[in-house]
């Protein structure tokens, strides 16, 4: 494991790639928390809230089939280096939501947001296998399955601290955006 650990934190893409997986933990975390307070109170939509609030990860989750069936082609038009690089910035994608567009506009953020995140996970994990020997692909495999199951432990619970905090439902419904 001591092995997995220092190839992973000497091989720059590797650590790369651990620490950006521990940030985009942060965004699905905003995303997760947030996009419910969002859909509640927000938008106001009442008993439909949750249903609607469901139908944006279908969006996503569409999105992100739709990037994978179209990475490889998308990689030999613009690089995996350019395609990593569109992926990262996926979720400048949902931007816009603090204008409060109609949800239709909504699900199609968050149909791009998932074809981005698809892009990115599909160059990241390219990189992953061709900067890691095949003697130390288990290892830094778990180093980085390690990263993406502890760091939304804290920043799913440092999202739901810091909304709980701000009061975002009381501060969207006295001061729209």
């Known amino acids: 494991m001591r092995q997995g650990f220092h190839t992973s934190w000497t091989t720059p893409i590797l650590r790369g790639v651990c620490i950006t997986e521990g940030l ?3 965004i699905f975390g905003v995303l997760s928390i947030t996009m419910v307070v969002y859909f ?3 938008l106001d939509l009442g008993d439909r809230a949750d249903f609607l609030y469901g139908l944006l990860a279908v969006s996503m989750s569409c999105g992100a089939v739709v990037g994978a069936l179209t990475a490889s082609r998308l990689e030999r038009r613009i690089s995996r280096a350019n395609m990593l690089f569109a ?3 996926g979720p400048l994608i949902m931007v816009p939501a603090v ?3 109609p949800v239709p506009v909504l699900y199609l953020l968050a149909f ?7 892009w990115a996970v599909i160059a990241m994990q390219a990189y992953m296998a061709e900067w890691t020997a095949n003697e130390m692909r288990g290892r830094v495999y778990a180093i980085w399955g390690g990263v993406i199951a502890a760091s939304p432990l804290l920043s799913f619970a440092a999202i739901g601290w810091v909304t709980d905090l701000l009061d975002l439902a009381a501060i969207h419904h006295h001061h729209p955006v």
């Open 24 to 26: 985009w933990s942060l």
């Open 112 to 118: 791009a947001f998932g074809l981005a995140d698809a």
């Open 87 to 89: 992926g990262y910035l």
């Open 99 to 101: 204008v409060q567009p």
């Open 40 to 42: 509640e109170e927000t």
